[in-house]
C-alpha cells in the first residue's frame, strides 16, 4: 500500500502544486451542496462530468486524473475508510485542496474543488504544505493536526 499511496501523492502534487497551494476553507457565500455522492470510481467521476483516465488500479485505491472546464483534478476511491485516512494523513503534508466523501478524495486547486463540491456534495479540506521542499520519501507517521469531517 505505501508505495501505490507514494504514486498517488506524486500524481497529487502535480495537480495541487505545491508551490502555489491556495487558502483553505471553503467560501462562506458558496451555495449549500448537495448530498455526499457514494459509488464506484466511474460513478463518482460521471456525476463530476469526467472521463478518468485511470492512473492506478489496486484492491486498496483505485485513482484516475479528471480534466473539466474548471480544470484539472485527481479522483480516488478507497476500499477502506480506515485506508482512505491513512492517505489523507500522508497527502495533507503536500498541500492542495481536498474534496471529501465517503472511500473517496478529489484533489485539485481551490477553484475546481468548489466546482466539483457542488456536483459531488462533501467536505472540503486543505493540506499543510509544511513539506514543500520534500522528496516525498520520508514517511508520514506521527503527522497530527490535521481536521477530520
Given at each position: 500500500m ?5 504514486v ?9 502544486g ?5 487558502p ?11 448530498k455526499?455522492a ?32 474548471q ?7 478507497f476500499?477502506?475508510?480506515?485506508g ?7 497527502a495533507?503534508?503536500y ?9 473517496w ?5 481551490t ?18 504544505q ?9 514517511g508520514?507517521?506521527?503527522h497530527?493536526?490535521?481536521h477530520t469531517?
Amino acid at each position: 500500500m505505501r508505495t501505490r499511496a507514494a504514486v498517488a501523492v506524486a500524481a497529487l502534487s502535480l495537480v495541487a502544486g505545491c508551490s502555489t497551494a491556495h487558502p483553505a476553507a471553503p467560501s462562506h457565500g458558496a451555495p449549500a451542496a448537495p448530498k455526499t455522492a457514494t459509488g464506484s470510481l466511474e460513478q463518482l467521476a460521471a456525476k463530476a462530468r469526467c472521463t478518468p483516465d485511470i492512473q492506478t488500479e489496486a484492491r486498496e485505491l483505485r485513482q484516475a486524473n479528471c480534466a473539466t472546464g474548471q480544470g484539472r483534478y485527481v479522483l480516488l476511491t478507497f476500499a477502506t475508510d480506515r485506508g482512505q485516512r491513512e492517505w489523507l494523513n500522508s497527502a495533507e503534508d503536500y498541500g492542495g485542496t481536498y474534496l471529501l466523501g465517503r472511500r473517496w478524495v478529489a484533489v485539485g486547486d481551490t477553484g475546481v474543488v468548489a466546482a466539483l463540491r457542488g456536483r459531488l456534495g462533501g467536505t472540503v479540506e486543505a493540506g499543510s504544505q509544511h513539506h514543500q521542499g520534500s522528496s516525498g520519501s520520508g514517511g508520514s507517521e506521527g503527522h497530527s493536526g490535521h481536521h477530520t469531517s
